[in-house]
Structures are given as structure tokens and as C-alpha cells.
């Protein structure tokens, strides 16, 4: 299940709104490969910000339950696949943050 939020400094998202529209489709199928998850087990959500100019202008943070086979490399693997394709889409540098869920605190009501 992978959780997504991209935050887009809001002075960049009029510019880049379509075409981050149009990559969220690669982007989950990406994720649902390398994740090795169902299209109903994500969750998305883009979002433009007033982001501190000192800092990066677009964030994706996304959670995730971890598996035995999300070892480390596959997490910073699918962070580095992530990253290239939000940035292409908004042509701006991106930072991208991941958390692990405890699945037995987790609770999703779909």
C-alpha cells in the first residue's frame, strides 16, 4: 500500500499541473510493479503549497506497510524511480521522504 502525497510550491503547480496529472498513472503503475501491490491498495493525493524558497519546492512523502522483500535497496530504489519521474513532470527538484506503517496499528477503511 503505498500512501503518496506530492506537495508542489504553489507558484509551480499552475506550470506543471497537467503534466503531473497525466504521470500519476506511470508513476502507480511503477509503484504497484516494484512494490508488488494491487492499483486498489494506493492512495494519492497532489497538493499545491506555500513551500519556504530556501527549501525543496516539491515534496513527495509516502508511506508504506513494509515486506520481507521491501528491503532497504528496493525502498531506495523505487525512491530514486520516484523522484526522476515527479521531476520530470515539474521540471523542479524533488525531495522525497518514505515512512514504514506498523501494520498492526495500521487501519484503512476503503
Known amino acids: 500500500m503505498p500512501n503518496v502525497k506530492i506537495f508542489v510550491d504553489d507558484t509551480l503547480y499552475p506550470g506543471c499541473r497537467d503534466r503531473l496529472a497525466e504521470s500519476l498513472g506511470p508513476i502507480r503503475d511503477m509503484l504497484c510493479h516494484d512494490l508488488k501491490v494491487d ?35 528496493v525502498v531506495l530504489s523505487v525512491c530514486g524511480k520516484l523522484r526522476s519521474m515527479v521531476e520530470a513532470a515539474t521540471a523542479a527538484h524533488v525531495a522525497v521522504r518514505v515512512t514504514a506503517l506498523d501494520p498492526e496499528t495500521y487501519i484503512a477503511l476503503k
Open 39 to 73: 492499483v486498489p491498495a494506493c492512495q494519492f493525493a497532489v497538493m499545491p503549497v506555500c513551500a519556504m524558497p530556501d527549501l525543496p519546492r516539491v515534496n513527495v512523502e509516502m508511506q508504506i506497510l513494509p515486506r520481507p522483500e521491501r528491503t532497504r535497496d
